[in-house]
């Protein structure tokens, strides 16, 4: 049985990998309290010491507006440790699987021959706008730079086990008759549970490089969060608002939807479109019809 290194397996993610590869691989799941990645000999001499064949990294500093202020912190963690560990899966000849943003992009979109907005490639130009997006793009290139055998998946709007927008959107419901949600950012709702789905199969190939990772289909947070309380049948009502009229120190791309051009190609794995997938989220979480989520 092969050995998977998970970092930040205490993470939405991470959790999520932890269902769905417990089955067919040996799971060495880390967190900040046995492997620092952004310790480099901590980093080598751990890999060198289990020797994984696939390392997945999940781990990230992802709090968008204390990165603008913390950019050297989010630094390390977003593009140090990931080169760390692309130094050490080279070392031993493991796979390395880099969970990246849709924040590498400036958020306006790129337009087609008629002037239409279109979702971003894997090929498009990156322009991060924030901290965050430009620590995370330096993780990329670095991982490029340090390992030939690396996944690198750009995800977005992502959900699972823990604290996430669905659950703030539920939660939210049981106090408050409305709710004002922004209604101009647009991007790709993502399950955890089909982006570990999609990674469990990229995997198992050798089709190195940079892909998009989110559910098919796209819309904005105020129609997510109508869509939401429509599954659950939750009366509270949505009101429409701007970015504007939410300033927050990051900026927030208006528009991320990704189009997994690569994986589809390839005919690696299909997601499932965004309303399906948030369907089997909320009746699997059973919590959630007992209004225990936090």
């Known amino acids: 049985m092969k050995k ?3 970092t930040g397996s205490n993470g939405q993610l991470g959790l999520e990998l932890n269902n769905i590869l417990k089955y067919k691989y040996e799971l060495i799941l880390t967190n900040r309290s046995n492997l620092d990645i952004t310790n480099f000999n901590e980093t080598i001499e751990f ?10 990294n999940c781990a990230a500093f992802t709090a968008v507006d204390l990165c603008e202020t913390q950019e050297e912190t989010a ?25 990246s943003t849709d924040y590498v992009f400036d958020g306006y979109g790129i337009k087609d021959l008629n002037g239409n907005i279109r979702p ?17 793009l330096e993780g990329e290139k670095l991982v490029t730079e340090h390992t030939n055998k690396y996944f690198i998946i750009r995800t977005a709007w992502l959900y699972g086990e823990g604290k ?69 049948d939750i009366k509270t009502k949505v009101i429409p608002v701007t970015t504007d009229e939410f300033p927050r120190p990051a900026k927030r791309p208006k528009y991320s939807v990704l189009e997994n051009k690569k994986l589809n190609e390839l005919n690696i794995y299909k997601f499932k479109e965004w309303q399906e997938a948030l369907i089997i989220y909320l009746e699997k979480d059973q919590k959630t019809y007992k209004g225990d989520i936090k």
């Open 47 to 56: 890999i060198n010491k289990h020797k994984p064949e696939i390392i997945i």
């Open 75 to 99: 630094y390390s963690s977003n593009a140090l440790g990931p080169k760390n560990l692309a130094i050490a899966s080279s070392q031993i000849g493991a796979k390395l699987v880099h969970i």
């Open 120 to 136: 971003y490639t894997e090929e498009d130009k990156t322009n991060p706008q924030s901290a965050y997006g430009r620590t995370k």
């Open 164 to 232: 996430n927008f669905v659950r703030t959107m539920i939660n939210l419901a049981k106090t408050n008759s409305e709710v004002k949600v922004v209604q101009d950012q647009i991007g790709s709702p993502t399950s955890t549970e089909e982006l570990s789905n999609m990674i469990e199969k990229l995997i198992e190939t050798e089709n190195y490089g940079i892909y998009h990772g989110t559910c098919e289909g796209y819309c904005s947070w105020y129609d997510l969060t109508c869509e939401i309380y429509r599954v659950l």
């Open 4 to 6: 998977v290194l998970i």
